[in-house]
């Protein structure tokens, strides 16, 4: 595997003090899946697979787990270059995008995936969505099913494998001390799979925060289209969800490629926020408008810069008590990751630094640039990025990457 070397590039054009790590590992983009259908659950548990407690990851319909498979350990994860690492190769899941991690109260954590490929006896078998729960540097991997005829972690039992699933988005530990997830409800409008694919709704899961089980999914209080929980971050007194029409499949033609349909350009570039009382989920949100929170959805304005920034898949954190929104502009095409301040959560956001992202192959690309709540130091966060091939079809370029991020400067009020 090659080094792609970066650095970060800050808006006043000088480089920064905090050099930025190596980005080590391939940087790719789901587009197209295999549609190779899973066949019906086997009668026990593979005989290679280690059995742990049936009752670690029950829905609330009652559905029964199989076995799951024993946790994997890293031998070390102090560097984004070994955390790269274990996901190319030493990782429960053979490959996943849009990587979200949450910090339980406990000192775990837990990762959550979309469109996740998990090893059967009959090769790789895609769920729509998977959980990996780490303790210290071991993973358990979390799903329903079992192991030659896995199912999603979250909803299994309202997925329609390629017609109807469920997308994890931003969370946070609630008031009740459980983990509360929103999740986007993806509808395939074609006969195939990610070729007009929209959201329909937002639904929020309660997870328990000791065993992982779904206590409750139900429709967020805010529960269009719109995705207000995109990305969620706490301070003060509010929670902030941020919004992201998440329109990525079948809608404009590429001015490249006019036979070829991907994002909804109405929307893309379009971040929206809401807030409600710190950490109370069940709130039903008030918005934005561009000089008050207000009621009123249809009122909310974009907050997140556009200007050169078609695509604005945004997630946001807060770092020494300013706002920080690290976004993979372009999604699929774009080159950079771009680094925004603001003093509040509806800005005004100055981009303060960029860094400058380059495929490991000539078939490759990353997109949707995440968060990770852990490894930071006086200088830098750690920031994960997806990444596969265009076609889709190398599992071996369907693992995260991970990278430095330099830290804001003071920004004043």
Known sequence: ????????????????????????GPERVAVRFSLDPVPEPERGPDPAIAAVDHGLVPEPSGVPLD????????????????????????????GADYQRVHPLPDGRV????QDAFLPTSHGPALVHNVGLLQSGNCFQLLRNGSYDAPTSYLFPDLTDRFGRWFWPLGGGVGRNG???????????????YLDHTEPVATWLVTIDVDDLSVIEQRRAPNDSPDLYGWSVVSAGEHTYLYSHCYRQFGFDPLWFAPTTFAHDLD?????????????????????WNGSSWVD???????????????????????????FVAVTKVGDWWGREVVLDAAPAAEGPWRTYATIPIEPECDGCNTYFASIVPFGADGTAFVVALSCNTWDGDDLDHYTPTFLRAPLPVSHPA
């Open 296 to 322: 009123d959805p249809n009122a909310a304005v974009a907050v997140i810069p556009q200007g050169g920034r078609d695509i604005n898949p945004t997630q946001v954190t807060v770092v020494d008590g300013q």
């Open 267 to 287: 929307c893309t570039a379009d971040v929206g926020v809401a807030r409600i009382p710190r950490s109370t989920f069940e709130a039903t949100p008030v918005y």
């Open 110 to 113: 837990l990762w959550l995936f």
């Open 178 to 192: 459980n983990l509360s997830v929103f999740v986007a409800e993806m509808i395939e409008q074609s006969g195939g």
């Open 1 to 24: 595997m090659t080094d792609a070397a970066t650095a970060a590039t800050v808006s006043d054009g000088h480089e920064p003090t905090n050099a930025i790590d190596p980005i080590v």
């Open 67 to 94: 076995h799951l498979p024993a946790p994997v350990c890293a031998g070390s994860l102090t560097t984004v270059d070994d955390l790269t690492a274990f996901f190319d190769g030493g990782a429960p899941l053979i």
